[in-house]
């Protein structure tokens, strides 16, 4: 099928290129009843589609956000997304979608893909290696917006859970349960002062019920190799937690499978909570105690945060800061 073109509406409607163009860019000041009718009978008759990018180039906005995000199909993501996604549409804004697949050279890509495409601003959960470009990119003006994860070198609008808050609080559960080891399962901090802020919130309640942070409690685990020592070993050591605090859906995941393989229960063995809401907790054989972020909130918190900058509403950076939620549920039991 030929593409129409909008030299071929103005032939059809009988008008000039450019009187076609002020028509969709909704420019009606001189222009007669008549015309626009024959303009907008042209369109429809020939099924002409407009080029929203070709467009907004000559007016240099493309009305579009791009996002970059590590799993598109995560849990929270997937909630995150669909906040920027409803609140774009309603302020008239398209949203790109990138997923990086947490590869750092994916994203890159995707980074200045986006550019390329002169989106007029970009959100994005970033992996951590990429933040020269991305500082490049806010120094050149580009709106950018992050979320979930927050970075010592790379200094940008941001929109984060009060994972500070939370940890306290989940600690502070656990302590009045009566628990007093309690480990803390987490990956490498980095640069990272989202993973930090999480760690904070535990020695905070720890430090205020008097309990001192023990070294051989905190368990690292990462995505490639698992966790850096066995659960298990530490489960049957000569003095066990009694309860265990993850910082991460996929830990947490990871965690009920080595004690599922290992037949240890929960509650009866060790407490578990984690830190975000696992998918369809309710059918579990022990439903497990979270933190519930509000992904969908983050998700129209950053898009209303990305517009915002966009129209040069804010001079200084923005911090927006999102409540989570402690749901209890049955795998935490008094000691």
Known sequence: MKKVRIVDVATHAGVSKSTVSQYLNGRFGHMSAETKQKIKSAIETLNYVPNPIARSLKV?????????????????????????????????????????????????????????????????????????????????????????????????????SDYQQAAFQATEYLIELGHKRIAFFTQEFGSSFSRKARYQGYLDALDKHGIKAEQDLMQLWDRENGFQRSPIDLIHGKNPPTAIFTQHLAITADLLMVLNKAEIEIPKKVSVLGFDEIPMVDLFKVPITAIKQDAYQIGVETAKLAIEAIMGKHDDLQRSIVPCSLIKRDSCQKV
């Open 60 to 160: 240099e906005k493309t009305k579009t956000i791009g996002v970059v995000v590590r799993d598109v199909a995560g849990y929270n993501t997937s909630r995150v997304l669909r906040g920027i996604d409803d609140y774009c549409k309603k302020h008239d804004y398209n949203v790109l979608i990138y997923n990086s697949d947490f590869n750092a050279e994916a994203e890159k890509r995707a980074l200045l893909s986006l550019q390329q495409m002169c989106v007029d601003g970009i959100i994005i959960t970033s992996s951590g290696l990429n933040s020269e470009l991305i500082n490049q990119f806010i120094q050149n003006k580009m709106p950018v917006v992050q979320f979930q994860l927050e970075y010592t070198d790379c200094q940008s609008h941001i929109v984060l």
